[in-house]
């Protein structure tokens, strides 16, 4: 009798524990289903986007090679039309496109679309001083609001809650563009824009934001500024979207620690379409690639071939539903690899690991791109300076410093202090107005700065900013 009672309680218990986690598997399913913005899309089988692929490649070159001069004169040099692309696996046949193509066609060379088609431009800064331009139709402003959608719901955001946008508005992507992401999902938006933190702080406590957008770097200043006034108990953040610059995993557990909410890394870029071309869900182990939308390849960035499927090399953006500046294998000159193993998210699409580095010298300081050679032009416009410089990038206080070291040319060099001053001046004003962000320049004497024999290594950048 005893022993009968015993197996019956266990008995009981046993499926007391399995209803328990049975329905512990629905609760979750039910988190997870509810952090995803877009089934359909996000959790495609893998065949069935390979058709959507397939076909929504083939519309594209077919829209550019009739619409854009550039595109069509691009194939004709390689002997291609429309007919040679029926699948994604043709999309090695197309041409590259690089930034310089975009820089060339400045203004709107690589529209799509007659202008009374686009509806909002945007830049992005470029190699000189002209700046490179995006511009959108109404329908790629959607999938825009679309793709920040799937982002901010993968980061378990929906209309509760409040999300404060410090991103910079204007011309920039990262405010606009992530402002009607959560418009979409129908959160409040608070468009505070970036810096100007007292307020930043007085609007997070008084609006109990629950949700911030913004750079790394300014997420960490911020959770400084938390810190030091001591409101982190009053804060209602729970979550965190930055991107537009590198980070590391150290500055997302610093960031974390100081906000005290979970933070994601969003990519994207101005030609492609700006924040969303992927996103991190909540296992953060990469990010992933709206490939309904962008097409990625990884090439080697020196022979431009296509590396082993996981290996490392330059990510390639094909955009394959975008009307007013389609671009056909972009080459971001952005270093990362390839994850196609699933997520235990529950998404079928492909991931990219945390960008690694870059292909070319471009630096982006204060979220801002910046190439050495813009700066070099710049120097050489000033008949005083010699053709040595060292540009000095670094962090302090969770804010980009940037020096720029230039050597007199020996008749310039004086004691006159007034001269030197002057000159300084008229040298950081001049890249604060084609560039966009200021500089501390020094000048040195002639002969001080260290002269190579090889390549001339004209950058220090302490940041060290892609290491894991
Ligand atoms: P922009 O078009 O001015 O927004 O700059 C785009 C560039 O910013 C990209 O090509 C990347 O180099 C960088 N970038 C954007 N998002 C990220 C990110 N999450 N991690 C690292 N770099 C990023
Ligand atoms: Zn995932």
């Known amino acids: 009798m005893g022993t009968f009672v015993v197996c019956k309680i266990t008995n ?3 499926n007391e524990a399995t209803n328990f986690k049975i329905l512990l598997f629905f609760a979750l399913l039910k988190k997870l289903k509810s952090m995803i913005w877009n089934e359909s899309y996000e959790c495609m089988g893998r065949e069935e986007m390979r058709e959507v692929q397939n076909k929504r490649l083939r519309t594209t070159v077919e829209h550019v090679y009739h619409n854009s001069p550039f595109y069509r004169a691009k194939m004709q040099e390689l002997g291609i039309t429309p007919m040679d692309i029926e699948t994604i696996d043709d ?3 197309l041409p590259f496109t690089i930034k310089t193509d975009l820089r060339d066609q400045y203004p709107f060379g690589l529209f799509s679309v007659p202008m009374s088609e686009i509806v909002r431009l945007h830049a992005s800064s470029g190699t000189t001083g002209k700046p490179i ?4 139709t109404r329908k790629d402003l959607s999938t825009w609001s679309e793709v920040l959608a799937r982002t901010f719901t993968s980061g378990g955001c929906s209309r509760n809650d409040i999300f404060q946008i410090a991103y910079g508005y204007g011309l920039f992507t990262g405010g606009l563009g992530a402002h009607y992401g959560a418009e979409n999902i129908g959160a409040s ?17 008084d609006f109990g934001s629950t949700a911030l957008c913004c750079t790394p770097s300014y997420a960490l200043y911020l959770g400084e500024a938390v810190e030091d006034k001591g409101v982190k108990d009053k804060l209602k953040l729970k979550v965190g979207f930055f991107g537009a610059e590198p980070w590391t995993e150290a500055m997302r557990f610093e960031i974390e ?17 700006g924040p969303g071309v992927s996103y991190e869900c909540n296992a953060q182990k990469g990010m992933h690639i709206n490939e309904d939308h962008f097409l990625p390849e990884i090439i080697n960035p020196v ?17 394959i539903t975008k009307e007013g500046m389609p671009v056909i294998r972009y080459r971001t000159k952005d270093l990362t690899r390839l994850m ?10 492909v991931r990219m690991h945390k960008i690694m580095g870059r292909s070319d010298d471009m630096l982006i300081i204060r979220g801002v791109n910046v190439f050495p050679t813009q700066i070099e032009s710049v120097l050489m416009e000033f008949g005083e300076t010699a053709p040595h410089y060292h540009l000095y990038v670094d962090r302090e206080n969770n804010t980009d410093t940037f020096d720029v070291h230039v050597e007199v040319r020996p008749e310039n060099f004086t004691d006159d202090m007034s001269s030197m001053l002057n000159l300084r001046k008229r040298i950081e004003a001049r890249i604060q107005s084609v560039v966009g962000i200021h500089a ?23 940041r060290n900013l892609y290491k894991e």
Request: aromatic share 4%; glycine share 8%.
């Open 303 to 319: 022979t431009l071939e296509p590396v082993a499927p996981g290996e490392v090399g330059e990510l390639v953006l094909t955009t």
């Open 12 to 14: 009981k218990h046993r």
């Open 189 to 205: 938006v608070i468009p505070i824009s970036a810096g100007n933190t007292e307020k930043q702080i007085q609007l997070m406590t």
């Open 257 to 273: 620690k100081k906000l005290n909410i979970k933070a994601y890394d969003i990519f994207g870029l101005t030609e492609v379409i």
């Open 133 to 136: 331009v995006a511009g959108y």
């Open 440 to 462: 501390h320049v020094k000048l040195v004497e002639p002969r001080s700065i260290e002269r190579s024999t090889g390549k001339a290594q004209r950058v220090t950048d302490k």
């Open 91 to 93: 999309l090695v046949k």
């Open 340 to 349: 196609y193993e699933p997520c235990s998210c529950g998404r079928t699409s």
